[in-house]
């Protein structure tokens, strides 16, 4: 069965400091990875996807994560945090065929400090 | 392009009361999802829409929760009666197609509480 597992439920860092939120799955194909972002009192909003071919993959506001099948990992980073990414990042997995659902992480809510 | 669309925001009621919550999905979208988001946790999926048929519906509590997409565009979510484990963020979620490495475009969500 598919699972996700997200390591730190808080991640604190400093103001232009190097972001990393890790994300490792369980699944027993190849499989389609996602990470969204929800800003206080919004709804998700997606960052990046992996789905097929190139496994470094870029996203909105200078997000990037990595597919390492061999570690089944998609950790996201970011070089330099921002004031404004301070929210909560979730981490998806997904399955090709038909009608496979996302399973969620339970986050990691990332603090930007001045 | 409008976002999805939800209403109420925020909903406070009493035990074993009902609530209904709405979603207009993303124009042209024919998949609607629902989850539920209890604080400190992933969303869970509740009920999954392809046009006004059910795809699934397999986490949804039918004994208390209950979801129609009758002309396919927007979705209605009812709890009655409610309990207080059903105080959460419920989330409408909308993509073009059905297929899994889809985005799903989400509503800011419907907070509930219930006392």
């Keep these: 069965a598919q699972s996700v597992t997200q390591l730190g439920s808080h991640v604190s860092v400093s103001e232009g400091a190097l972001v990393l939120l890790r994300c490792n799955y369980s699944s027993s194909v190849p499989p389609y990875l996602f990470w969204y972002v929800q800003y206080p009192n919004q709804g998700l909003q ?3 996807k992996y789905t097929t071919g190139a496994t470094l993959v870029k996203g909105i506001n200078g997000f990037e994560a990595e597919f ?3 570690e089944t990992s998609f950790h996201l980073t970011k070089p330099s945090a921002h004031m404004s990414d301070a929210a909560e990042y979730f981490c998806a997995v997904s399955e090709a065929g038909n009608n496979r659902k996302l399973i969620w992480g339970l986050g990691t809510s990332l603090a930007v400090n001045p | 392009e409008a976002g999805v669309a939800q209403s109420p925001r925020y909903k406070i009621i009493e035990k074993r009361q009902s609530v209904a ?11 609607l999802y629902w989850y539920q988001q209890i604080l400190g946790q992933g969303p ?4 999954q829409f392809q046009n006004n048929g059910v795809v699934d519906d397999s986490q949804l509590p039918k004994d208390r929760f209950s979801a129609e997409r009758l002309k396919g565009v927007d979705s209605t979510l009812k709890i009655q009666p409610a309990k207080l484990e059903d105080s959460a963020v419920y989330l409408c979620a909308s993509s073009s197609r059905v297929t899994p490495q889809e985005t799903q475009y989400f509503g800011p969500g419907t907070r509930l509480l219930v006392l």
């Design chain 1, 68 to 70: 390492k099948k061999s």
């Design chain 2, 21 to 31: 919550f709405w979603c207009n999905p993303i124009s042209g979208h024919a998949t």
């Design chain 2, 44 to 47: 869970k999926l509740l009920i």
């Design chain 1, 46 to 48: 997606l960052l990046l």
